[in-house]
């Protein structure tokens, strides 16, 4: 980069390196003579747990000036939005409405009912922050806390509680502010908080078989399957295999301990048979399952071609497939195919573990010596080979083992440090300055070349920044103008995977309902059933995106007619030269 306008000539790259190299200085010296009374509040189990719940959460708001509240974009965020809104309204779906042809949309579904396609986890979570701050993001916010304080107390069943409270901290590094967990509606914090309550308390189980931890398993599975059915079989397929291995012999103790787990499972699983009853008129249909036999499924989501839908699709849904289909492409099924998913997969290896965190790595496998680390393993195996038969992948599917790779990191630390205490208090303080230096640059985003690393240079994560789609000048705009309005949103025929169409729970009684453009003709029938509502067209794809009051093209003058008598003799064209 260029010398900035300073008396000594640096540019932002040397004032980068300079902050950089002193923040490491500053956090070696820091660790050195913090330690003792590191290791005493690191024991203090409690009061590690209501910090690291804490934490993440105060740094996201700190970065609000730079990063608002995340908004809906994709349309799993508002399917997940619309989830949140029908639960906080006290119900698991909506009656359908009579003109739910303008308001067809991804992951949406219309008929029996208005509701979204998704299990109820996330949902939930979103109804809580709207419930209680008014704000669905609140209830990203807390899970994402929630997740790094019980992944100390996770890790507290397998280490120390020092390295319990660095593991915390990593957790925090990866998986908080910066991350698109915490920055969208269909993060994956809620799944590993569950995925922190299995396999926290399945040593536990081994070592003392507390009803308690048993109960613990059990709400564990639960809040798993109203995240991530698929992933619940995994998870309990690892917890039934330990549980059989370290109760051997043991049965009576291992059948109380299967019950508890299952008493402590059973509401979730009963909230899902209603969900799906109420959802789709069928107790064993889920909502998804509905979803792809109305609409089709992309052929990049199985091993199929697109089936022949039951509905008629939209010109946006059959857009949003199409580039669903030219991005992932047809998964022929193969060996040969699953090996190569697999083997692109470990480039998501980034996305759970830091940088400086891959050097140590490699001395998790000197900790197999001892044979719990095994079972690390084979839980992470089940998962990723599980997985690994659904084509399309994105991180938060394996959200319930987050806690077990932050484990090996932890536990590789642990063997290096058994060496060398410097090298191991050097990689994690590696980690810190690079989880500090991103974080700096976005709390400082208004400087322009910090804006430009945190775009082009930052690896995974994702934090949003202004209003690069105009979605927050449109909702200002409609804000300022009184009554409720009617938004028409017209598509470009170029347009993306950006979702503009979504509604309320309740879509008559909300100030703004936003419905596709059908045309003049179509639109006519929604305005004569909002009479009272002022109305508009949205171009999103427009740059920036175009709001104007909707008015409709006069009907074209018809052609003019010849009246010609039948008597009269109508001449013919001219003969061509």
């Not at 809104?85 to 003109?99: I, Q, S, V």
């Not at 579904?109 to 939930?124: D, F, R």
């Not at 914090?189 to 931890?213: E, K, Q, T, W």
């Not at 900790?367 to 991180?395: D, E, H, K, M």
Request: with cysteine.
């Amino acid at each position: 980069m260029r010398p900035l306008s300073n008396p000594i000539g640096f540019g932002a790259a040397d004032f980068i390196l300079l902050a950089w190299a002193g923040l490491l200085v500053l956090l070696l010296l820091a660790a050195v003579r913090c330690e003792p009374e590191v290791r005493v509040f690191a024991a203090r189990t409690r009061w590690a747990i209501l910090l690291l719940v804490l934490l993440p959460v105060a740094l996201r708001l700190a970065l609000l000036p730079h990063a608002p509240i995340p908004l809906p974009r994709t349309p799993d965020d508002f399917s997940f939005a619309l989830s949140g809104d029908t639960l906080a309204h006290l119900r698991l779906a909506n009656p359908p409405h009579p003109m739910h042809r303008f308001f067809e949309t991804n992951f949406t579904l219309q008929e029996p009912s208005y509701s979204s396609i998704y299990p109820l986890g996330q949902g939930m979570a979103l109804a809580f922050g709207q419930i209680f701050f008014h704000a669905q993001w609140a209830g990203v916010a807390l899970c994402a806390g929630l997740f790094c304080g019980l992944c100390y107390w996770m890790l507290r069943a397998w280490t120390s509680p020092t390295w319990a409270l660095a593991g915390g901290l990593l957790a925090v590094f990866e998986f908080g502010p910066l991350q698109y967990w915490m920055n969208t509606y269909w993060g994956g914090s809620l799944a590993a908080v569950g995925g922190c309550l299995i396999f926290g308390s399945l040593p536990r189980l081994r070592a003392r078989a507390r009803r308690r931890d048993a109960a613990l398993l059990g709400l564990g599975m639960a809040i798993e399957w109203l995240t991530r059915p698929f992933e619940t079989t995994l998870a309990g397929l690892c917890a039934a295999i330990y549980l059989a291995a370290v109760f051997r012999g043991r049965w009576r103790m291992l059948a109380r301990t299967a019950a508890i787990a299952t008493l402590a499972f059973l509401p979730a699983a009963a909230l899902s048979l209603l969900q799906n009853r109420q959802v789709t008129g069928s107790w064993t249909t889920l909502p998804y399952m509905l979803s792809q036999y109305q609409y089709g499924v992309p052929a990049s989501f199985t091993f199929q071609p697109i089936p022949t839908p039951h509905h008629q699709l939209t010109p946006e849904l059959q857009t949003f497939y199409e580039l669903q289909v030219a991005v992932h492409g047809h998964a022929p099924d193969s060996f040969s195919a699953f090996i190569g998913r697999l083997g692109r997969r470990v480039r998501f290896g980034r996305f759970f573990f830091t940088a400086p965190l891959l050097l140590a790595l490699p001395a998790f496998f000197l900790a197999l010596r001892q044979s719990r680390y095994w079972w690390v393993v084979l839980w992470l195996a089940i998962f990723c080979l599980g997985t690994n038969f659904y084509p399309y992948f994105y991180p938060h599917y394996i959200a319930a083992a987050a806690c077990l790779f932050v484990l090996a990191g932890v536990t590789a630390l642990e063997q290096i440090g058994r060496w060398s205490r410097e090298s191991a208090r050097l990689i994690f303080v590696l980690c810190c300055t690079q989880f500090l230096f991103w974080y700096g640059l976005h709390l400082f985003a208004g400087w322009e070349p910090a804006l430009d690393l945190t775009e082009r240079y930052e690896s995974w994560d994702y934090v949003n920044h202004g209003d690069p789609e105009g979605r927050i000048a449109v909702d200002r705009k409609l804000a300022q103008t009184p009554g409720k309005k009617l938004v028409f949103i017209r598509y470009g025929p170029a347009h993306g995977l950006s979702q503009w169409v979504a509604n309320a729970a309740d879509i008559d009684r909300s100030t703004i309902v936003r419905a596709l453009d059908l045309g003049d003709a179509e639109n006519a029938k929604l305005l004569r059933y909002y009479p009272d509502r002022t109305a508009w067209l949205l171009e999103p794809d427009a740059l920036p995106a175009r709001l104007a009051p909707y008015r409709p093209q006069p009907p074209a003058a018809p052609a003019p007619t010849i009246n010609v008598s039948p008597f009269e003799e109508v001449p013919s064209a001219p003969p061509e030269r």
